[in-house]
């Protein structure tokens, strides 16, 4: 049922009706455009504005306002206890052992460093009970070299939390966000491997200047998922055994609309075919197994020098809104994938064993081909280099690109960290629901739990009953996960969450 959405017969008549016209572009000259040496990619984020600019990579964000003490901590001790006599500006280092808990970091400035020792390390394991090992709400965290198994719901997730490194963690069979950081901008996500994850193994999700790199990323249901975020680099990952690769979506519902300005390059996406495996309804329960990129409804999106193989649907679809399985419309964010820009890539072996809908697209084009691109619905402005080398279907109509490649773009992270997050008493629960609720509920839509809409009626005007559900939660529905506790947060910020969630409007 999940697929069976993705493209409809109206789809195909809009196809036609839409002006592919059939045959173009495949008589008359071959256009070949070589990748290197040609004009740079000149839009993207100008770090000028409001910064000094400087052209050498950045590998590392957070600042230490003080040089801090280090706190050891050893098998059998906790991890938690170690945090709570932190303050900022101060190490913890976990020494090899194994550690049961829940660790949540509502300070700035504090690392959390795994000592690997002839190859033991930190674990931190959820025996299948906890739901999240690292939760974090404060600035300039770093969270390195833990190995991280069997949570419910998250490894490691960042709330609201600016200037993040996330580094050399291993995190394996846990729940349904590997790597999450939520509303953070500022932040780096570099050589982790992650898999075995009902969601997305790295989530980028409501999130600005972002480097995701050097991650290794399969057996999960999305593997690299940039969601409602902007000017995030994706590079010189290998994703594979996913249902789908790498995705940049708009999830409609959310509290921040817009996904624009991701480069997706240099990465390894192949086989990405295990079956889906996601929550019945959830968003990502509708990418068809065998997606090596999917972008929905996101803007200015650059796949550049990817090696995509291996694929059975296709290895790069385009769709808006319209459809996509699973997705409701928000009037609060443009459906349509606009200035989408494929440079030099390399496909090869995809859409072997593609769905049927995708087919019956093709056959507007008369053609039966493996299909390695797939656009589906509209999409303004969007260009390509070298379409002659790829099967592709809804694309006929953009154009050339007028520049070849990204070379003069380093990395989105900034020279100088932003400010931490400074959060007034009046913003606490609107930062708590952008930060926390929002990774698993949309206004509209089913996400991982009901759509706010839903809870709006039934908790009208009991936002105590809301406070005190979140605290300790009951299954309430057959359909749906467990909802984890959220008593992390203390009441106070429990009830504000609350009364925010119930006026939220879109
Ligand atoms: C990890 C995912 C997740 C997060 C984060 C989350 N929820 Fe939920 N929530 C769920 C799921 C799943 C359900 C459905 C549970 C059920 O019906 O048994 C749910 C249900 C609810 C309900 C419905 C209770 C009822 O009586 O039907 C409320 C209210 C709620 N969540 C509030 C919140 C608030 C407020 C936050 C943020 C502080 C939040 N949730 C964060 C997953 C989540």
Not at 46 to 72: I, M, N, P, W, Y
Not at 366 to 386: L, T
Not at 447 to 473: E, K, R, T
């Amino acid at each position: 049922m999940q697929t069976s959405k993705i493209i409809t017969v109206t789809l195909i008549l809009a196809a036609f009706a839409g002006g592919i016209y059939l045959g173009k572009g495949s008589e008359g000259t071959t256009v070949i455009t070589n990748s290197h040496n040609g004009a740079s990619y000149s839009g993207g984020y100008d770090k000028t504005l409001g910064q000094q600019s400087s052209s050498t990579k950045k590998s590392a964000v957070s600042v230490r306002s003080q040089e801090g003490q280090t706190h050891v901590v050893k098998s059998g001790d906790s991890i938690m206890d170690a945090v709570k006599a932190a303050s900022p500006g101060d190490t913890i280092q976990v020494m090899p052992g194994t550690y049961h808990e829940t660790v949540y970091i509502d300070k700035d400035d504090i690392r959390i460093i795994g000592v690997i020792k002839q190859g033991k390390r930190a674990t931190m394991d959820g025996k299948g009970v906890l739901n999240d090992a690292i939760l974090y709400s404060g600035n300039n965290i770093v969270v390195e070299n833990l190995l991280i198994t069997k949570y419910k719901g998250n490894g490691i997730m960042g709330q609201a939390g600016n200037n993040f490194e996330i580094r050399n963690n291993i995190i394996v069979d846990t729940g349904i966000y590997g790597i999450f950081p939520q509303l953070g901008q500022n932040g780096i996500v570099e050589h982790n491997v992650v898999s075995g994850i009902e969601d997305a193994a790295i989530y980028i999700g409501m999130s600005d200047n972002i480097h995701v790199a050097h991650n290794v990323v399969f057996d999960s249901v999305a593997g690299i998922e940039i969601e409602n975020s902007r000017h995030a680099i994706v590079e010189n990952n290998y994703v594979y055994n996913n249902t789908g690769g790498i995705l940049a979506f708009i999830t409609p519902g959310l509290p921040i609309k817009t996904t624009f300005d991701v480069i997706i390059r240099n990465n390894f996406i192949t086989d990405n075919n295990t079956a889906n495996f996601g929550a019945p309804g959830s968003t990502v329960a509708g990418i068809p197994a065998g997606t090596g990129i999917l972008v929905m409804a996101a803007d200015e999106v650059i796949i550049e020098d990817n090696i995509i193989t291996g694929n059975k649907t296709a290895a790069i679809i385009i769709t808006d809104h319209e459809n996509a399985p699973n997705t409701t419309m928000d009037p609060g964010s443009d459906p349509v994938p606009d200035k989408i820009m494929i440079l030099n890539n390399l496909m090869a072996n995809n859409g072997y064993d593609t769905i049927d809908e995708v087919k019956a697209l093709m056959l507007t084009e008369f053609k039966q081909d493996n299909p390695d691109i797939i656009q589906v619905g509209s999409s303004r402005d969007s260009c390509i280099i070298n379409r002659h080398r790829y099967v592709t279907v809804g694309v006929n109509d953009w154009a050339e690109c007028e520049f070849t490649n990204t070379s003069e773009i380093d990395s989105y992270i900034l020279d100088e960290p932003v400010a931490a997050r400074v959060i007034a008493g009046s913003e606490k629960g609107k930062i708590a629901y952008l930060g926390v609720c929002a990774g698993c509920h949309t206004y509209t839509g089913r996400m991982i739990g009901p759509p706010v809409q839903i809870i709006q009626a039934l908790y009208m005007d009991n936002p105590q009953g809301v406070a005190d559900y979140i605290n300790s939660p009951t299954k309430k529905r057959d359909d749906y996960p467990e909802m984890p506790p959220q008593n992390y947060l203390d009441a106070e910020t429990r009830l504000a969450v609350a009364n925010y969630m119930l006026q939220v409007k879109s």
